[in-house]
């Protein structure tokens, strides 16, 4: 099953290609992507190459963003961090005598 990510990918995908009044097999041979991969885009299929991914998105003029979601999750992830720059600044115990 696909994930609201693919599903939405898929969706803006057809939506532009179809506003270009482009068929797959036009936007295949612009984006030097096979059709086939055109249409797997298309369907939500959640295993593409992303060189290629790239290549499809840029020639209908979109691009992929990359955002934190929210800002629990960057504090979280700077949470960790810091924990750990935090242990890594414990001297480490000395071996014995």
Same mark, same amino acid.
């Not at 984006?31 to 096979?34: I, K, R, T």
């Not at 290549?55 to 209908?60: F, G, K, M, S, V």
């Not at 960057?74 to 992830?77: F, G, K, N, S």
């Given at each position: 099953m696909a994930d609201a990510f693919t599903d939405g990918l898929a969706a803006e995908v057809r939506a532009r290609r179809a506003a270009l009044r482009l068929t797959q097999h036009d !936007? =295949?041979?612009l =984006?030097?992507? $096979?059709e +086939?991969?055109?249409r797997f885009v298309e369907q939500g299929k959640r295993s593409v190459q !992303? #060189? $290629?991914l790239l *290549?499809? !998105?840029?020639? !209908?003029g979109l691009e992929l963003q990359l955002t934190t979601r929210t800002r629990a999750a *960057? +504090? =979280?992830?700077d949470g960790q961090r810091s924990a750990a720059? +935090? =242990? *890594? #600044?414990r001297p480490l115990p000395e071996d014995g005598p």
């Open positions: !936007l =295949a041979q =984006a030097g992507v $096979s +086939r991969f055109v !992303l #060189d $290629s *290549a499809l !998105l840029e020639t !209908l *960057a +504090r =979280a992830i720059g +935090r =242990a *890594a #600044d």
